[in-house]
Each structure stands twice: as structure tokens, then as C-alpha cells.
């Protein structure tokens, strides 16, 4: 009798906990079965109940996510003096990566040894995701560890970094030690739209390279209205034994009146194909912006 009585509770709360999502939620929890993989997300949009989240607070892998907030703690940098834009920067042989590794610096300079301006390292590092220039900054800025430090001290929970791009080559477990949660990610993206510790300047130039990236046009681009504004981030791991440990991208989506939703989708350890992978990450985007225009 009471192991009945035990079982009636249970099945209680689990009703209350599925009818307490949202409509969006439960339309998300439908959209990412496909992947295969553990999904998860959050969002944000000022002024509104919109709630999208699933799984908030995981530790996804962030992969080249972290090139934005290494590229907003540069910026910090820049205004105190260490460095200024347009300054050269040494592209040292020591900062190449093995052949076939994406990095367009590295196609353009195979041999390294020149000077390349900061703007433009940063630039690739944001917009193309370059792998190179990336770690350049990364050195230049003191290391995983700086910018971690740096991204606390703004307030943002919930971002480790531990490795740049040379470490996460040289042994591909080091992903897992860089993560960033998903309300973590969209806080950040918040802070940065709204209430940016960067100079207006800055801000604009870092959004502006966000919204021209040439990556990630199936993910939260993917299935949007034509001519949406996307300013956006992506981090990519490549497949391993018939998994892709990561496939992200996090966002500010520009709604028709003006106002910047806020999104984050990281998906890991997915079997599906790389198209379905992404396919999820625009419709679940798709289904966040749909929910602010009804």
C-alpha cells in the first residue's frame, strides 16, 4: 500500500514538473532528439517570460566559444594601456599549428614570422574563428587563466578555460576541461548588449565582426527570416568514432522591433550527422524567435 501510495506521489510530481514548462520548452525538448546527443540551452530577452531552457546550468564543451569572451577581455586590456589596436604582433613560428588545421593566418603566412596588426587578429579570431590568431591573443592577454580570471571579475557565472587551441589539438580530451554554461553564455551576451564593460567603440566593432561571420550559417541562422541579424559565436570540434563531442553557437538575434534575443545552444556527444546537429541548433533558435513574435 505504501509503495503504491510512493508511486502516486512520484508520478504527481513529474506531471506538475512537465505541465510547468513552457510551451517553448516543450517544443525544444521534441526538436532536440534528433541530435542524438545531450542538448543544452538557454535564452534571454528583457522584458518578457520567455524561457527556453533546457539543462542551464550543463558544462558543455565550448570549443571556439571561448574566442569571443577572450576577445572582449583583449578589449580590457586595450583601455588600460597594455596594447593598442593597430599595433604589430608578432606571428612567431612557434604559434603554427600542424598542416590542415583551420586558420586562414596560417594559409596566408605558412612560415609565420610577421607582423600582423591586433585589429586583425582579433578580428579573425571572432569572425572566422581562427585558430592561429586566437592563440596569438591568448598569449598576448596571459593565458587561459587570465581570461578566465577576467570573465568572473565581470560578474559572468558559470565559464572555465583551461587550454587554447594548441592544447585542445594536442590531446582531445582537454575540450571537456572548457565549458561554459549555458545561462552562463547568455548572461555574457547580455552584459555585452546591454550593459557592455567595453567602451561604445569597442562594443560595436566586436558586434559588428560577430554579425559578419562566415561560420555557422545553418545554426541559429539557419532557419530565421531572411535578413534577421545574427551576431553570433560558434565552436566546432570535428567528429570522432561516429560522435562530434561539440557543435555550438551562441547569439544575439535581432527581432523585428529592435530588441536582442539573447541564445545559447551547445550540443555534445551527438551521433546524428553534422546537417541534423545543426538543423537542431536553427530550429530551436527558429522556435525561440517565433515565441517573441506571436
Known sequence: ????????????????????????????????????????????????????????????????????????????QI?????????????????????????????????ANVDVPLRE?????????????????????????????CIKSLGVEGFHLEDGEHGLHRDPTAQYRNWFEPAGAVQFLRKLSDNSPLSPEQTELLLTWMKDSPTGLNRLKGALPSGTIVMHKTGSSGSQAGKTPATNDIGLIVL??????????????????????????ARIAAAAYGATVR
Open 121 to 149: 587578429l582579433l578580428r579573425l579570431s571572432v569572425s572566422f574563428s581562427d585558430n592561429a590568431a586566437a592563440d596569438i591573443v591568448l598569449r598576448l592577454v596571459g593565458g587561459p587563466t587570465v581570461v578566465d580570471a
Open 79 to 111: 583601455t588600460q594601456g597594455k596594447f593598442s589596436l593597430d599595433q604589430p604582433v608578432r606571428f612567431l613560428p612557434s604559434d603554427l599549428f600542424p598542416k590542415g588545421t583551420y586558420s586562414p593566418l596560417q594559409d596566408k603566412y605558412p612560415d
Open 256 to 281: 523585428p522591433d529592435g530588441r536582442r534575443l539573447a541564445i545559447a545552444v551547445f550540443i555534445t556527444d551527438a551521433s546524428a550527422d553534422s546537417a541534423t546537429i545543426e538543423s537542431v541548433i
Open 1 to 76: 500500500m505504501r509503495l503504491t501510495f510512493l508511486y502516486a506521489l512520484l508520478c504527481t510530481l513529474l506531471s506538475s514538473i512537465v505541465s510547468a514548462q513552457t510551451p517553448l520548452q516543450d517544443e525544444i525538448h521534441k526538436i532536440v532528439a534528433a541530435a542524438r546527443g545531450q542538448v543544452s540551452v538557454s535564452c534571454s530577452l528583457p522584458g518578457s517570460t520567455l524561457n527556453c531552457d533546457l539543462k542551464p546550468l550543463a558544462h558543455p564543451p565550448m570549443q571556439s566559444v571561448f574566442k569571443l569572451p577572450l576577445a572582449v577581455c583583449m578589449f580590457q
